[in-house]
């Protein structure tokens, strides 16, 4: 099983950058397809990015492509989510979680928040 712990969120103005990170502990990193989820108060999950076992495959939502960058060193069992050009509608607790093949996403961080400011 692996323990994924997310760090990096914060409050910050609308224009701004952020980076997320995500730490992973106890199994193999490059064994998993990684991915960050948010959630805003009163909405669904919602799979903002995704990035293969081996960094090379990465998929956006259209709500942050093209001002998002999702990478990875599993060198350092660590994931990025690189932020920019951030919106007040990008507000929420932003979650990282792993993936085991094609199964669902079953291993959760405990979340972070990203806050933007108009």
């Known amino acids: 099983q692996v323990q994924l712990v997310e760090s990096g969120g914060g409050l910050v103005q609308a224009g701004g950058s952020l980076r997320l990170s995500c730490v992973a502990s106890g199994r193999t990193f490059s064994n998993y397809d990684m991915g960050w989820f948010r959630q805003a108060p009163g909405k669904e999950r919602e799979l903002v990015a995704q990035?293969?076992?081996?960094?090379?495959?990465?998929h956006y939502s259209n709500s942050v492509a093209g001002r998002s960058t999702i990478s990875r060193d599993n060198a350092k069992n660590t994931m990025y989510l690189q932020m920019n050009s951030l919106k007040p509608e990008d507000t929420a607790v932003y979650y990282c979680a792993a993936r085991e093949g094609n199964r669902a996403f079953g291993y959760w961080g405990q979340g972070t928040q990203v806050t933007v400011s108009p």
């Open positions: 990035i293969d076992w081996s960094g090379v495959k990465a």
